[in-house]
């Protein structure tokens, strides 16, 4: 009986076949540049006081954890400068503070505040990248009028290329880093 199978034909077949199987990932994760947050802090001044509220998951965002979540208290009539502090708390002895990546990697990254009810106050992003557009680790909180509860959440947005090079950015664009709300309460 006559082979009709060549040498070279059964090469490139057995070279397809191990090109083609992949090892499987021992820890996939959604978007492996996303960064891994565990701590968001919230902290506000007046110029006489200090507040700090935190939201928490040593898991990191997005995965399955015990999550505490603090309430940010803030005083009627008053403007507050702020900033969002990132870090990664997976190991205690070797805590990352990720906002100094998201600083260093500015024209990647944006935040997107979100205030409910939208009467509440007023945010105003302070800080921008080289391309004018905001960044979002520093803010100012205004127009405290009104005595209420509500909240903040606010949204981190990987963008690399994607990110607008002028404007407001888009929020619609790029993967989630975090994406938390913080209950505020005005007295």
């Not at 040498?7 to 090892?23: D, E, N």
């Not at 802090?41 to 200090?50: A, F």
């Not at 505490?68 to 208290?73: E, G, K």
Request: glycine share 6%; proline share 4%.
């Amino acid at each position: 009986m006559k082979n009709n199978f060549s040498a070279p034909f059964c090469v490139l077949v057995a070279t397809m076949l191990l090109l083609s199987c992949k090892k499987k990932e021992e820890n996939p994760q959604k978007n492996p540049e996303n960064e891994l947050i565990t701590t968001v802090q919230i902290k506000v001044s007046d110029g006489t006081e200090t507040k700090t509220a935190q939201w928490k998951n040593v898991a990191g965002y997005g995965n399955s954890g015990n999550i505490t979540i603090d309430t940010l208290f803030l005083k009627q009539g008053s403007t507050y400068t702020g900033e969002i502090v990132l870090l990664n708390e997976s190991n205690p002895n070797d805590i990352d503070t990720i906002s100094y990546e998201v600083e260093e990697e500015a024209e990647d990254h944006q935040f997107f505040y979100f205030v409910q009810p939208t009467s509440l106050f007023t945010l105003n992003i302070l800080d921008k990248d080289k391309n004018m557009v905001p960044i979002g680790l520093e803010f100012e909180v205004k127009n405290l009028s009104n005595v209420g509860t509500g909240s903040l959440r606010a949204v981190l947005k990987h963008q690399a290329a994607l990110k607008p090079k002028s404007g407001q950015g888009d929020f619609t664009l790029g993967s989630t880093d975090v994406d938390i709300s913080i209950p505020v309460k005005i007295k």
